[in-house]
């Protein structure tokens, strides 16, 4: 497919509809809307004809669809509200011949006898409902609700025994032993709660029953007991769950009894084996993930208590075991994971500055870490974190342990390990020699630096070798490193800066003149116009307006950029320049060229420039001169091509008209010119006429 974008036909449709259209044909089409018609009743035999007429309704809907339980419910609630319970009651009694196994239905059934305060007629409706489906929950929940309600206690209790002996789940049990509570048959409420143990033996229904008996109940022997029986009783595969052990733990810490408690968690982590993740214990099956995730949960909970209630030693204890045996796993499933390393090494560090003696761990790790060497020589990218292994090693010695000479040996032997013919890292040489200054062994730091440059060569390495030499006062070996440095990079402009810069600060101006000479006589330059600027601003504080007009001069003849030309006016305009004429003729000069080279866009950048410094140094002539030589901007259009000249379709620009261009383009512009004057003219002429209306109005 072509990537000619296709111009859309703009033009007007043939056939024209007005939102007006639009509006009157949606009113005209849309459908009446037909109100039921209000029936008034004025005496008793109007009202049983329109009971008639309804019932006759009701009764074909049910013809149509006999099955549908809506229509018998409506009908039913229908005579309910005309109060003919009876007919309301054959109603249900018909719809339970049609589907007798409908739970709803039944349940419609009873509560409009239970609206009605029919309650022994609801409690049969509800008895034969239980007895035909035992097996739905909300029926005796219905029915048990209607007993309590009405104070019927031992009513009450018979329905839900009838309803245990079916054995409902776990929250009809605990909707029993709540009601006997809020009857105050506390005595009755527990044996009920120990036939709902017996009856699901595990650690759902221990759990729940302990639950009840410490915040229901208020027994707390209860709950203890409860818990112990879960842990003796059940099956392994029941009692041996972190749950059981970390709600018995939690119950016992609420009751202030922390020494049950620790001996709880202490027999779980070691039946569990808590905190070895990844350990199977033994004669025990797979743990499933969500049980390894409470398993977690409960050593954290562990973790937590003892920080909360045991002292510092057994609290390391377990912190810093557990996190050993997380990250040996990682290591040892990855030797390379250096990340990995890093925080091993760091939590050992850690736990050593807490107060544990624990150098020997800590260059175990580092020892263990720096051993496994990427497998290629060629690529750095696979030894950039691994270079850092090393570096905190020898940070940590020299740090933490104050071991300098140890350092010092750990940076030899990283340096000799690098393939120095492949790549490098100049860190590694600037921090083994900063170690020797930090030592005091100058000698050693130069020598080192020096071997840094002949095999490195870095640039980072000459500016901390000079940065060392500049601290300590030797200007001439500065000046040496500076030469050794640009014949490495004879292209980089910020070491010829610096260069100069310190020349300059010994008072060696005429050195600085020449650096920058030879610097700008380079054939290639990374970034010559800060090369050139700091030259000028050089010469400019020494105040030799010559020199710098010279440089702008020579500047120019290499690039004839806009801002070049302002930088050279704006200076003629200083107190080191000529003056404002000659930063004037300066403008102009560079205007012209530009004009010759039809750098429309420059123009307007150095007109704005000129403009800028005509309000400060110049009068109202000058500057309207200036004015007088700004562009109009004008949009235009042009097509679009791409790479293979295919048109693309029309863009909009914006162009510059100047007005002391020929009057090849000026013709272009002259209609629209006349066209702006004529609109002036026109809004004059309209506001003096409705300047003239308003006096006229007044008088």
């Known amino acids: ?140 929940y219905k029915y048990v609700y209607m007993e309590e309600m009405v104070g019927d206690v031992p009513k009450c209790r018979a329905v839900f025994d009838r309803w245990m002996d079916w054995m ?17 048959h506390w005595d009755q409420a527990k044996e009920i709660m120990k036939r709902y143990a017996n009856a699901y033996p595990s650690s759902k229904s221990f759990m729940r029953f302990a639950k009840w008996a410490e915040y229901e109940a208020k027994d707390v022997d209860l ?26 733990a ?11 408690a620790r001996v709880i968690y202490k027999h779980a ?55 050993r045996a997380q990250y040996e796993k990682r290591v040892n499933e990855d030797p390379r994971d250096y990340d990995a390393w890093f925080e091993y090494a760091k939590m050992e560090e ?21 051993a496994n060497v990427p497998p290629s020589m060629e690529e750095k990218q696979l030894w950039k974190r691994y270079i850092y292994l090393w570096i905190y090693y020898a940070l940590y010695e020299e740090l933490q342990q104050h071991n300098l000479d140890r350092a010092s040996k750990i940076y030899d032997a990283c340096i000799d390990l690098i393939p120095h013919s492949k790549f490098s890292f100049s860190k590694i040489w600037i921090n083994a020699a900063k170690l020797h200054i930090r030592r005091k062994d100058l000698v050693s730091a130069r020598k080192l630096l020096g071997k840094a440059i002949g095999m490195c ?26 030469t050794n440095y640009l014949k490495q990079m004879p292209h980089n402009c910020r070491a010829w800066s610096k260069y100069a810069d310190l020349e300059k600060s010994v008072g060696e101006t005429e050195r600085c003149r020449a650096i920058f000479e030879l610097a700008v006589s ?20 020494e105040g030799e307006g010559d020199n710098v007009r010279a440089l702008f001069e020579r500047l120019l003849e290499k690039t004839g950029h806009v801002k070049v030309w302002i930088s050279f006016a704006q200076f003629e305009g200083t107190g080191v320049g000529k003056g404002v004429v000659t930063a004037r003729d300066t403008f102009q000069r560079a205007h012209d060229q530009m004009k010759e080279a039809g750098l429309k866009e420059e123009r307007v950048l150095l007109l704005d420039a000129w403009r800028v410094f005509e309000k400060q140094k110049g009068d109202a002539e000058s500057l309207a001169k200036v004015d007088a030589m700004l562009p109009r901007r004008v949009k235009r259009k042009r097509m679009r091509t791409d790479e293979n000249g295919a048109e693309l379709g029309w863009e909009e620009y914006f162009d510059y008209h100047f007005p002391d261009d020929g009057d090849s383009k000026a013709g272009n512009l002259k209609i629209l010119e006349m066209a702006a004057k004529w609109k002036q003219a026109q809004q004059a002429q309209d506001s003096s006429s409705s300047s003239e209306d308003e006096s006229d109005d007044e008088d």
């Open 1 to 140: 497919m072509s990537n000619q974008a296709r111009v859309k036909n703009r033009a007007p449709a043939p056939i024209q509809i007005s939102a007006e259209q639009i509006l009157r044909e949606a009113a005209e089409r849309q459908e009446q809307h037909i109100l039921d018609p209000i029936v008034k009743i004025h005496d008793a035999e109007e009202y049983q004809s329109h009971l008639s007429d309804r019932r006759k309704h009701f009764e074909d809907n049910i013809r149509y669809r006999r099955e549908h339980i809506g229509n018998w419910v409506k009908y039913a609630r229908f005579e309910e509200e005309n109060r003919e319970f009876e007919r309301a009651r054959s109603v249900f009694e018909r719809a339970l011949e049609v589907e007798v196994r409908n739970p709803e239905l039944w349940l419609r059934y009873a509560e409009l006898e239970m609206r009605n305060e029919f309650i022994n007629r609801a409690r049969n409706v509800l008895d034969r409902a239980v007895q035909l489906l035992p097996r739905v929950d909300f029926l005796w």
């Open 168 to 184: 409902p789940d776990d929250n009809a049990w605990m909707s029993y032993a709540r009601f006997e509570g809020r009857c105050g």
């Open 223 to 248: 709950a203890r007991t409860v818990y112990e029986s879960a842990l003796v009783e059940l099956e392994p595969e029941e009692s041996r769950q972190a749950r059981v052990f970390g709600r018995f």
């Open 250 to 260: 939690a119950f016992e810490e609420r009751q202030g009894e922390y020494e049950r």
């Open 269 to 323: 982590t070691k039946l569990l084996h808590l905190g070895q993740e990844g350990t199977q214990p033994p004669g025990e099956e797979e743990v499933s993930k969500w049980e390894q995730e409470k398993r977690n949960e409960l050593y954290k909970a562990y973790i937590a208590f003892e920080k909360k209630r045991g002292d510092k030693a057994g609290i390391e204890d377990i912190v810093i075991t557990s996190q």
């Open 350 to 370: 850690e736990n050593e500055i807490e107060g544990v003696d624990n150098a020997g761990k800590v260059r175990e790790v580092y020892e263990r870490a720096i």
């Open 457 to 482: 060569g870095k640039e980072k390495i000459f500016t901390e070798y000079i940065a060392l030499e500049l601290a300590l006062g030797e200007v001439d070996r500065c000046r040496a490193l500076y």
């Open 522 to 541: 380079q054939a290639a330059l990374d970034m010559p116009e800060m090369l050139w600027k700091n030259y000028i601003d050089f010469e400019i504080e």
